[in-house]
């Protein structure tokens, strides 16, 4: 059974930078896509970006602008989520989820995923 541990969440100021884990535990994490959603007070869960077993990058048309960066370190079992430039509206819980690599699977859906971590909170104050 696989276990998604996030961590690195926090109330930060306007302008500051977070950086988020998540640690795999139970299976090779090699052998998995992963991918960081959010979901914000009062709305629905959204995709934020991902990052495929070979280390291809998937983003949402808003982190695609640069201020979110999906990364994975094998060796540690751990795969991150970098955020410059908070904004009050990037205040959500973030999680992280993972699912065992296959071609032809979209990153971007939410139900491709097999395991969800308990999520992390990211507050921001204007």
């Known amino acids: 059974q696989v276990q998604l541990v996030e961590s690195g969440g926090g109330l930060v100021q306007a302008g500051d930078s977070l950086r988020l884990s998540c640690r795999f535990i139970?299976?090779?994490?090699?052998?998995?896509?992963v991918g960081w959603f959010r979901q914000a007070p009062g709305k629905e869960r959204e995709f934020v970006a991902a990052?495929?077993?070979?280390?291809?990058?998937?983003h949402s048309e808003d982190s695609a602008k640069g201020r979110f960066t999906v990364s994975r370190d094998n060796a540690n079992n751990t795969m991150y989520l970098q955020i410059n430039s908070l904004k009050p509206e990037d205040t959500a819980v973030y999680y992280c989820?993972?699912?065992?690599?296959?071609?032809?699977?979209?990153?971007?859906?939410?139900?491709?995923?097999?395991?969800w971590g308990q999520g992390t909170q990211v507050t921001v104050s204007s």
């Open positions: 990052i495929s077993w070979r280390g291809a990058f998937t």
């Open positions: 139970g299976r090779t994490f090699s052998n998995y896509a």
């Open positions: 989820a993972a699912v065992p690599s296959g071609s032809g699977i979209s990153l971007r859906r939410e139900q491709t995923y097999y395991y």
